[in-house]
């Protein structure tokens, strides 16, 4: 059972528009949440995170967006650039599973120059 | 900076045979994850250890054992193995800060 969806399995932006990134989840003990970038024959690198008790984490180019009632999260990179090209993970946990992560199927973003 | 280091990177082994995978987390991190990335799937929880000891199962098969040595690096022993088995294999540490750092990951292939 996929408690964490990325119902988008890829997504194409022109450079210097707004790549939008959306994840869902099912449990919503969920109290943590985070936006991963993996590159081809790259293991997973960290973006961005945020706790339950905000609803907008920004980081420069990248800002994480939270609606805990909807049980969805969004990940906006603007402006997006092609280096940005990329699969992006959304990945969740609770306190209630310790330190387990559960990930969405990713979306694969490409920017086009 | 130093990171996650894993090896080897790729691994080809026969239906049946043991594998081992290695994980070297970076400095001073007391966490590891194991996670495996079938073919256009999204990578699954194995295991994970805090201070060497076990705290975390998920979806480990039996087949499969995993430890973290006094020098923090943890292994992935597979025995049995079974072309499904076929997968990226991840290894992850964490400071307990939450974010996990990834490391480039061991390609197992089963023939």
């Known amino acids: 059972d996929q408690q964490v969806k990325q119902n988008s399995p890829s997504l194409s932006v022109q450079e210097g528009r707004i790549s939008i990134l959306n994840c869902d989840y099912t449990?919503?003990?969920?109290?943590?949440f985070l936006w991963y970038k993996k590159y081809p024959a790259e293991g997973p690198t960290f973006l961005i995170s945020?706790?339950?008790?905000?609803d907008k984490n920004e980081d420069g180019r990248f800002t994480v967006f939270l609606n805990k009632s909807a049980k969805h999260l969004s990940l906006h990179i603007v402006p997006s650039q092609p280096g940005d090209s990329a699969v992006y993970f959304c990945?969740?946990?609770?306190?209630?599973?310790?330190?387990?992560?559960?990930f969405g199927t990713g979306t694969s973003l490409t920017v086009i120059p | 900076a130093a990171g996650v280091i894993q090896s080897p990177r790729h691994l080809i082994k026969e239906k049946r045979e043991t594998a081992t995978l290695k994980c070297y987390p970076i400095?001073?991190?007391?966490?590891v994850y194991w996670y495996q990335q079938g073919p256009g799937q999204d990578p699954q929880f194995l295991i994970s250890?805090?201070?060497?000891?076990?705290?975390d199962k998920g979806s480990i098969p039996d087949r499969f054992s995993a430890q973290q040595f006094s020098d923090y690096h943890s292994e992935l022993n597979m025995s049995s193995l079974e072309l499904g088995d076929s997968a990226l294999y991840f290894c992850?540490?964490?400071?307990?800060?939450?974010?996990?750092?990834f490391g480039e990951g061991s390609r197992l292939t089963v023939l």
């Open positions: 449990n919503s003990m969920f109290d943590y």
């Open positions: 945020i706790s339950s008790i905000k």
């Open positions: 400095p001073r991190h007391d966490t």
């Open positions: 992850a540490s964490s400071p307990n800060t939450g974010e996990l750092f």
């Open positions: 990945a969740a946990s609770t306190q209630d599973t310790g330190n387990q992560f559960y």
């Open positions: 250890f805090y201070e060497k000891m076990q705290s």
